[in-house]
Antibody, heavy 119, light 110 residues
Framework: QVQLVESGGGVVQPGRSLRLSCAAS????????MHWVRQAPGKGLQWVAV????????YYADSVKGRFTISRDNSKNTLYLQMNSLRPEDTAVYYC????????????WGQGTLVTVSS | QSALTQPASVSGSPGQSIAISCTGT?????????VSWYQQHPGRAPKLMIY???NRPSGVSDRFSGSKSGNTASLTISGLQAEDEADYYC??????????FGGGTKLTVL
């Protein structure tokens, strides 16, 4: 069965960095585009970034562009999100999500990892 | 990258039907048949309910249906049940190859 397991969340001070990981299993990871989506406490979903199946393309939300970097290691079946210059407004649960092949919707989601940016 | 516009809340009694709207622009909802809908119960990850405007994934009840007219998409839930009470989010592909979500709608089953 498809599993996406995020890790790497925690409490970090403003201006510092954090790297999230998403370990994938139960499917051929290298065939799928992957996304990060976040949800601030009590708020709605916000799309963060996407990386194509082979890592050749990536796109970001304006709110994170220049600060966050999405990457993947297909040999390790793992998706990453490097978050630099963190701000209090980046506080959220971060989900990784799989994009269905040849489509533009999220068919599987992880359970999320909480990032808290606070001094 | 403005969020799509959804009503903050809707409600209905068991057995009734409700509709949730999702309004965007010609650069997202109106420009592509790539609107999807997600259900989220408290403390849980979102679940895909509708994709490509009106398609239901395997396992999703046929009480859930989707449609689109111009820049506005809609999710309709018929025969409301208590377990339908949740937050619902629409999402669309955009002309910048990014994705955008709606602000979310809280469905209350009275």
């Amino acid at each position: 069965q498809v599993q996406l397991v995020e890790s790497g969340g925690g409490v970090v001070q403003p201006g510092r960095s954090l790297r999230l990981s998403c370990a994938a299993s139960g499917f051929t990871f290298k065939k799928y585009a992957m996304h990060w989506v976040r949800q601030a406490p009590g708020k709605g979903l916000q799309w963060v970034a996407v990386m194509s199946y082979d890592g050749s393309n990536q796109y970001y939300a304006d709110s994170v562009k220049g600060r966050f970097t999405i990457s993947r290691d297909n040999s390790k079946n793992t998706l990453y999100l490097q978050m630099n210059s963190l701000r209090p407004e980046d506080t959220a649960v971060y989900y990784c999500a799989r994009e269905a092949v040849g489509a533009v919707y999220f068919d599987y989601w992880g359970q999320g990892t909480l990032v808290t940016v606070s001094s | 990258q403005s969020a799509l516009t959804q009503p903050a809340s809707v409600s209905g009694s068991p057995g009734q039907s409700i509709a949730i709207s999702c309004t965007g622009t010609s650069s997202d909802v109106g420009g592509y048949n790539y609107v999807s809908w997600y259900q989220q119960h408290p403390g849980r990850a979102p679940k895909l309910m509708i994709y490509d405007v009106s398609n239901r994934p395997s396992g999703v009840s046929d009480r859930f249906s989707g449609s689109k007219s111009g820049n506005t998409a809609s999710l309709t839930i018929s025969g409301l049940q208590a377990e339908d009470e949740a937050d619902y989010y629409c999402s669309s592909y955009t002309s910048s190859s990014t994705r955008v979500f709606g602000g979310g709608t809280k469905l209350t089953v009275l």
